[in-house]
């Protein structure tokens, strides 16, 4: 027999209502905020060569460990994208749009990663890139952005953490000094950290493993190896959230996930998540990226978010309630013909939600499906009201609609139907 007991993959989820909505109002939260602020959309594809994704980072567990990658039927390697971040520069290559090119997204992500509440193998982020310049003002707003839509969603309870990570030219005096430290205290650090910092000593600065991080807490810090250049932009970037108000903690061992960041980064840590999973969202420069993909040496600065954990913030603090999903109007028609689909069909077309009952139910049963759709208007029509070229119309919500009188019932003539309901409505 053909198995039959089908569940969604591990670290996948059916997003039903009210969640649905409320997701994709958070976007158009997010859209609106990422307009106001000259980002264009863009919209790439969900999966890319993989070569894309490797220039990521080899240190990185998003590359090394979580990719999800496969050959096609033309034997291609492919990748389903990780993050956007590359596929915004990919895209950038290859269309070379006029600079600063400011663009906003949102879309799934795909990651091998370890399902738990928070962390899922598909999920879906939103977020912004800015191509081509290095003002470190760019910075500032994409942050700013950032908080923005956080607060606009409701949240309050989350930190804002920045670094500086410097340019390539200053890492080799810094990460000699930090292996040098790790080796030196190497007897402490976990297996896992060892490997890592023959690959990319930052990522070690970055374990969440409890002895790990406590000997990362007594690493030198790259602030102290900034060159002039890169310092005389952390302190334009900490100047610009000062004049703004947007509070901020600086950091010095946030190093982030992927290799490809230099000079500003950030973080936005909600205080309600659990610690492993607290990350909302975070960004910052990657001014190697372009060219290491085979474009130009433009500079790029930006963030992401986590959809779903940013609705998980926004439930632990009891804010952005989901979006109503009701209809207006409840057709109920206990006549034989296609009236009843009629009448539903002319109040969608002109612009009403309307819904109805299937499978001719009495009149008693399509009440029930009315009290229960939550609509503000039932919209009766029986054998009664078609013979007078009437229909009755209902407040099911007396609340929810402009009535004329303290009559929560009346008759009105079926061709000014659509008029009284749009004024009920108003
Ligand atoms: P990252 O590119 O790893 O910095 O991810 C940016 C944001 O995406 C994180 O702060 C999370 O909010 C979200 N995110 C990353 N990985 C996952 C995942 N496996 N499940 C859910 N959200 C994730």
Not at 386 to 400: F, K, Q
Request: net charge negative; aromatic share 8%.
């Amino acid at each position: 027999m053909a198995r039959t007991d089908f569940q969604s993959p591990p670290g996948t989820r059916d997003i039903t209502e009210p969640e649905a909505s409320r997701a994709r109002h958070l976007v158009a939260l997010f859209a609106e905020e990422a307009r106001r602020a000259g980002f264009e959309r863009v919209i790439t594809p969900m999966f890319e060569d993989v070569g894309v994704f490797v220039r990521l980072g080899e240190a990185s567990d998003v590359v090394t460990k979580e990719l999800y990658a496969f050959e096609d039927k033309g034997g291609r390697t492919i990748a389903l994208r990780p993050e956007f971040t590359a596929s915004v520069c990919r895209a950038f290559v290859q269309h070379r749009p006029l600079t600063p090119w400011k663009t906003w997204y949102e879309g799934p992500a795909f990651r091998y990663d370890k399902p738990q509440k928070g962390r899922y193998r598909q999920f879906d982020q939103l977020g912004v890139e800015v191509i081509g310049s290095n003002d470190p003002d760019i910075d500032t707003e994409v942050i700013a952005l950032a908080d923005r839509f956080l607060r606009r969603v409701g949240l309050t309870g989350y930190t804002l953490i920045i670094n500086s990570l410097g340019d390539f030219a200053d890492r080799p005096s810094y990460l000699s000094a930090l292996t040098g430290f790790f080796e030196s205290r190497a007897a402490d650090l976990s297996e896992q950290a060892k490997a890592t910092l023959a690959i990319n000593p930052l990522r070690v600065l970055d374990s969440k493993r409890p002895g790990d991080a406590a000997v990362a807490a007594e690493a030198p810090t790259i602030i102290e190896y900034l060159s002039d250049d890169a310092a005389a932009a952390f302190e334009r970037v900490k100047n610009g959230l000062d004049a703004l108000g947007v509070p901020y903690e600086v950091d010095p061992r946030l190093v982030r996930g992927l290799d490809y960041y230099t000079r500003t980064t950030f973080e936005f840590a909600s205080d309600s998540l659990d610690a492993a999973q607290n990350a909302l969202g975070g960004g910052g420069r990657y001014d190697g990226l372009v060219e290491a993909l085979g474009g130009p040496a433009e500079p790029g600065v930006g963030f992401s978010m986590g959809v779903d954990r940013t609705l998980l913030a926004a439930d632990a603090e009891g804010v952005l309630p989901p979006p109503a999903t009701a209809v207006d109007v409840w057709v109920v028609a206990t006549t034989p013909g296609t009236e009843g689909l009629a009448l539903v069909e002319e109040l969608r077309r002109a612009g009403i939600a309307a819904d109805r009952a299937y499978d001719g139910r009495s009149m008693k049963a399509q009440m029930k499906a009315a009290n229960r759709s939550q609509s503000a208007l039932a919209v009766i029509l029986g054998e009664d009201e078609l013979s007078a070229g009437t229909v009755s119309v209902r407040a099911m919500r007396p609340d929810a609609v402009a009535l004329p009188s303290d009559t929560q019932q009346f008759e009105v003539d079926r061709p000014q139907l659509i008029e009284t309901v749009r004024s009920l409505l108003s």
